[in-house]
């Protein structure tokens, strides 16, 4: 461990002007070839427009240090290991949505900033959303307090502090540190001759909330890449954040999306030169030239380990912010990783006696049925195709708050992409009124199941089980004794009733019962009903009928 930097990346997100690139351009001592936006575009227009990467160090905590085994030596002065958070600043702007979700999806712990003056604003909100959905730790810094009147200072701060606090009371972030500082004093036009108010004291509180999360180096290599350039002479090179494995010096890697496999000639972290890297490392790859225009951003991984997808299997969670349903059929901005493409969406559920099952996150069951969903089933939620006047169970259960627990869709992209399985997937109404204030995050989940083949649709979904239930209503023509009714009207003279016995019916009065045969020839049936007590014979009755759908029309 002597003379290693662990290293933990922190993303920096929150409203455009609210000082985000200040803020890490004052934390930074060491800083990327894509950081402070460097890109002209960016310093002709003044805003963030692409992912800044940057970084500072301190000495390890001890509390972050393995366990020493037995009479360690002291580690040579200079060689202590040192904690490097790696700061990837996210623009603010809500065009540049996209790019913040790619951000958000390589970070360990989030800190949302905060204009002081101003306080939560739309992006600021959104930027909230992502954090709960791609990280579990956050800080929130109240940003620009030096155009705070000095008389009245402490006393704002306190009260966006106490707005603050109950904004995150009904996240996963309750009772997260929120922390005052000023960036830039002056603003960006000012003289740098004034010093930063509140950095030592971040810097502090970071150390203190930064908990490194398990790094595996098993497993095959996969980097998100979110920078790519040239070097004459030297080849070309590509920065980004490792999302699994290791790779090292010599190694071949593939780039999926251009099929070209190449040799590693060389890796830095930030201007240092390693000859290897773990998972969560921030690293930039050199390797045989290729046009790095081919390649602004995607994934890079060991060769023959990433697949291209035409559709996914994906459990969802519906972002309760979204203010619109999520119908069946409706299209969807989906983002994988620096990838948005748009895709139509399908959802459906277990069978309303499995909507309490736990909820698995690391494979999909082909051998289960499931239930077709004409939209997400949420709370208050009724399916577009029940006539609310039935006594349908299913949807007494999503009216009443029962809704499954575990919900899944078929997503099919309207161009193939590649991508890792169980990565996040998030669905966006991005094309929405960038000025409304709402809520453009839909839902997310993982991806379970990657569908390769292009004729899907024939090769794989046929073995996809999901059913759609539809109704039928009969008449209660007598009762036969105290366990059996005669029902007609349910079927035609020539449907073959034996398909249907064993399956449920419901009657009008409250009995539940089960088909049990056909009755003649006319189409008539007999219902076996427990404990049942004669009534009005002109009861309606109605029993569900399933058919097989393979697929969204």
């Known amino acids: 461990m002597a003379g290693r930097r662990v290293n933990v990346n922190v993303g920096v997100l929150g409203h ?14 060491t800083a990327s070839t894509a950081a402070f936006d460097k890109q002209p575009q960016s310093r002709e ?9 940057s970084c500072f160090s301190v ?11 037995g009479a360690e030596p002291e580690p040579e002065p200079g060689a202590e290991p040192r904690l490097q958070v790696t700061l990837v600043d996210c623009p603010g702007h809500a065009s540049l949505i996209r790019t ?21 604003q739309t992006q600021s909100a959104e930027c909230l959303v992502i954090g709960q959905i791609a990280c579990q730790k956050l800080v929130v810094v109240l940003n620009k307090i ?3 009147p000095e008389g009245k200072r402490q006393a704002a701060i306190d009260k966006m502090t106490k707005k603050m606090q109950k904004t995150l009371e009904n996240t996963k972030f309750r009772g997260a540190p929120i922390i005052p500082v000023a960036a830039r004093p002056g603003g960006p036009d000012a003289p740098e001759t004034e010093a930063p108010q509140g950095i030592a004291e971040l810097i502090e509180l970071l150390t203190s909330q930064i908990s490194i999360p398990r790094r595996d180096p098993s497993g095959p290599f996969l980097m998100s890449v979110d920078h790519c350039f040239s070097i004459k002479g030297q080849g070309t090179v590509m920065t980004g954040t490792i999302l699994s494995g290791s790779v090292s010096l010599g190694d071949s890697v593939e780039i999926p999306t251009l099929k070209v496999v190449r040799k590693v000639k060389s890796m830095q972290m930030f201007h240092t030169p390693v000859t290897s890297a773990v998972q969560g490392d921030r690293l930039g790859i050199c390797v045989t030239q290729f046009d790095p225009k081919l390649l602004e951003r995607g994934l890079v991984c060991a060769p023959e380990s990433l697949h291209t ?10 972002i309760p912010y979204f203010r619109g349903s999520l119908q069946t059929k409706a299209k969807f901005h989906i983002t994988v990783g620096h990838e948005t493409v748009m895709g139509r969406v399908m959802f459906f559920s277990p069978a309303p006696d499995s909507f309490d099952h736990e909820p698995v996150l690391d494979s999909f069951d082909f051998s289960q049925e499931y239930l077709f969903q004409e939209q997400y089933l949420c709370p208050g939620s009724v399916p577009a195709e029940t006539d609310r006047g039935e006594a349908d169970s299913r949807v007494g259960q999503a009216s009443e ?7 899944w869709a078929l997503v099919e992209f309207e161009k193939p992409v590649t991508c890792p399985r169980l990565c996040l997937v998030i669905g966006s109404r991005l094309d929405a009124d960038i000025h409304a ?14 569908l390769e083949d292009k004729n899907y649709a024939e090769s794989a979904l046929p073995t996809l089980r999901v059913y759609k239930l539809k109704h039928k209503h009969g008449i209660v023509e007598r009762v036969m004794d105290d366990y059996s009714v005669i029902g007609r009207s349910l079927f035609k003279k020539e449907t073959n009733i034996q398909l249907f016995v064993g399956l449920k019916v419901h009657l009008s009065t409250g009995e539940l019962g089960v088909i049990a045969s056909a009755f003649g020839q006319s189409g008539k049936f007999k219902v076996h009903v427990p404990g049942l007590y004669p009534r009005d014979l002109k009861t309606y009755v109605h029993t569900k009928a399933c058919t097989r759908m393979f697929r969204a029309a």
Do not use: W, Y
């Not at 000495?59 to 085994?69: F, V």
């Not at 708050?401 to 919900?407: A, I, L």
């Open 16 to 29: 455009i002007d609210s000082g985000k690139t200040a803020l890490a351009r004052a934390l930074s001592t």
């Open 45 to 53: 227009r003044g805003i963030t427009l692409d992912l800044g990467f």
């Open 59 to 69: 000495p390890l905590p001890a509390r972050l240090r393995p366990a020493p085994l």
């Open 100 to 120: 913040i979700i790619g951000g958000a999806q390589i970070i360990d712990l989030m800190m949302l900033v905060i204009d002081v003056t101003k306080g939560m």
């Open 146 to 148: 030096d155009l705070l």
């Open 309 to 318: 997808v035409h559709a996914a299997l994906v459990s969802v969670e519906k």
């Open 401 to 407: 708050g029962r809704c499954p627990r575990q919900q």
């Open 437 to 450: 204030n709402t809520c453009r995050l839909a839902f997310h989940g993982v991806l379970l199941h990657g």
